[in-house]
């Protein structure tokens, strides 16, 4: 009778510590998920500042530059598509579509010297460039969160409770920018 008891008490502990094991690694991967879902937030924040912030510099840049229409067009279909995306690979391709609008606006605006000089626009221009940089570290912040979180969900002994309670891979904020892509020349 005790060696059976001794035997179920032993078979009880080795459920109890596989158990144990599972919730710690559940929650592990619970937290991860969260960490993943707060950076991608923290990246939203930033392009919602970006969304806000290029109205004005557009029309600041309206009053004197009165023949470049379809350059403004473009600038606000690519700002509806990005405000319209949804997830990383989306967005990512949304806001690659907006940095390349945007792009070509700042080489238009070249051709106003009067529209470069006005305090107004340098400094949207100002908050722009600062905003672009927030967006550059929340991206960088968010990979590392999905890479953490996609390691996990892919390496034993936690790809298993992963696959049990549905945890999926995560997609990175990657660069859809071709001009974001391409090392800058530089000729003296």
Known sequence: ???TLIGL?????IILV???FVVGIYNALVRLRNQVDNAWSQIDVQLKRRHDL?????ETAKGYMTHERETFEK??????????ANGPAEASKAEGMLSDALSKFMLVVENYPDLKA???FLSLQETLTSTENKIAFARQGYNDQVLFYNNKIQMF???IVAGMFNFGKREFFEIENEAEREVPKVSF
């Open 54 to 58: 290029i109205p004005n510099l557009v």
């Open 157 to 159: 002994p936690s790809n």
């Open 1 to 3: 009778m005790t060696g």
């Open 18 to 20: 596989a158990v144990m």
């Open 118 to 120: 006005n305090a107004n």
């Open 75 to 84: 600038i606000t279909e690519a700002r509806s598509r990005a405000m319209g």
């Open 9 to 13: 008490m032993v078979f009880g502990g």
